[in-house]
């Protein structure tokens, strides 16, 4: 799914083992508008992106439950190796049901040197809008 922004780049589905059970992956393209500042001589893909990243690969791979849910929270994130131009970034997410209702996704990125980072997102349903408050006869 390509996108407008900073990160032009496509977020690619990859065939499923099942509905619960997802993957995805992109490429960093060496003209990505966030490396020039990050670092400047020493480009590392930012972490922020990859969240960002992990975030449209969970939402093309919503289970059908969730449809129509949005992200709820950025409940963690752990970045464990750099994430360079050109890396292929290779995303496997896990879905499950928390008690309360919403969806979490834990996904691990990984590149083709090993372990990138493991972000866990939590989607929900959209809060109601809060009903419109009586007006008061003067």
């Known amino acids: 799914m390509p996108a ?3 990160l032009r780049g496509a977020v690619e589905v990859l065939p499923a083992e099942d509905e619960l059970r997802t993957a995805a992956r992109f490429r960093v393209a060496g003209t990505e508008t966030v490396l020039p500042g990050h670092y400047p001589g020493f480009p590392i893909f930012p972490g922020v992106c990859l969240v960002e990243c992990t975030h449209r690969g969970a939402l093309a ?3 059908a439950e969730a449809a129509g849910g949005e992200l709820a929270a950025v409940e963690s994130t752990r970045f464990t190796g750099p994430v360079f131009p050109g890396d292929r970034v290779e995303i496997a997410m896990e879905w499950k049901r928390t008690p309360a209702g ?3 996704c834990r996904a691990r990125l990984s590149t083709e040197r090993g372990p990138a980072a493991s972000v866990r997102l939590r ?3 959209p809060a109601p809008a809060p009903a419109p408050e009586p007006e008061v006869a003067a």
């Open 4 to 6: 407008a922004g900073p």
């Open 61 to 63: 791979t919503l289970p």
């Open 102 to 104: 919403a969806w979490q």
């Open 123 to 125: 989607y929900g349903r």
